[in-house]
T-cell receptor, first 120, second 112 residues
Framework: EAGVAQSPRYKIIEKRQSVAFWCNPI?????LYWYQQILGQGPKLLIQ????????DSQLPKDRFSAERLKGVDSTLKIQPAKLEDSAVYLC??????????????????FGEGSRLTVL | GDSVTQMEGPVTLSEEAFLTINCTYT??????LFWYVQYPGEGLQLLLK?????DKGSNKGFEATYRKETTSFHLEKGSVQVSDSAVYFC???????????FGGGTRLMVKP
């Protein structure tokens, strides 16, 4: 079974430019998360989707960050305009149950390798 | 709100040494507790979990016991290997929304 796919792996932009990250979750996983991981810190939740609806976006800086999951499958996270403090790894994760019929979700999240953003 | 506190690193050990990484949490209700590991160049992956008080999670020689009375979930391993070098994250889930709250991470470096 394929894991969570993310792209691009690396992105370097200048402040005030825009950037978009893409995530394809594990097939059939209804819940998708975007986390921000600043160097030396633990991941912080930005937004959680259940299918194509938003469950929690309380920590998403909505003046510059946006995310969508229009068809309830893959998702994009956009930053516009970027600031220096947005330099981080953006992690996408998903949780089941998936199409393989595994046990109902018990809180385990499956993470992609992340997209590393550097804002100059 | 919910929070997780874990010991700061880096933790540097010699091969075959005993490992303890402390983790305490603050949460309402009865969260599930997790340890995730991030090996160099790889994504976060689940190491072990415990879903109720007194449960012990174990995997790859690592263990952690859910202690409700001390709100702790310390990670232990009796004999570490160089390949255990990674960053370890303690986390909790409220079960309802399955959102994970992470601690700050502890870097472990094991020397031959």
């Amino acid at each position: 079974e394929a894991g969570v796919a993310q792209s691009p792996r690396y992105k370097i932009i200048e402040k005030r430019q825009s950037v978009a990250f893409w995530c394809n979750p594990i097939s059939g996983h209804a819940t998708l998360y975007w986390y921000q991981q600043i160097l030396g810190q633990g991941p912080k939740l930005l937004i959680q989707f259940q299918n194509n609806g938003v469950v929690d976006d309380s920590q998403l800086p909505k003046d510059r960050f946006s995310a969508e999951r229009l068809k309830g499958v893959d998702s994009t996270l956009k930053i516009q305009p970027a600031k220096l403090e947005d330099s981080a790894v953006y992690l996408c994760a998903s949780s089941g149950p998936g199409l393989a019929g595994e046990s109902p979700n018990t809180g385990e999240l499956f993470f992609g390798e992340g997209s590393r953003l550097t804002v100059l | 709100g919910d929070s997780v506190t874990q010991m700061e690193g880096p933790v540097t050990l010699s091969e075959e040494a005993f490992l303890t990484i402390n983790c305490t949490y603050t949460a309402t209700g009865y969260p599930s507790l997790f340890w995730y590991v991030q090996y160099p160049g790889e994504g976060l992956q689940l190491l072990l979990k415990a879903t109720k008080a007194d449960d012990k999670g174990s995997n790859k020689g690592f263990e952690a016991t859910y202690r409700k009375e001390t709100t702790s979930f310390h990670l232990e391993k009796g004999s570490v290997q160089v390949s255990d070098s990674a960053v370890y994250f303690c986390a909790l889930s409220d079960n309802a929304g399955n959102m994970l709250t992470f601690g700050g991470g502890t870097r472990l470096m094991v020397k031959p």
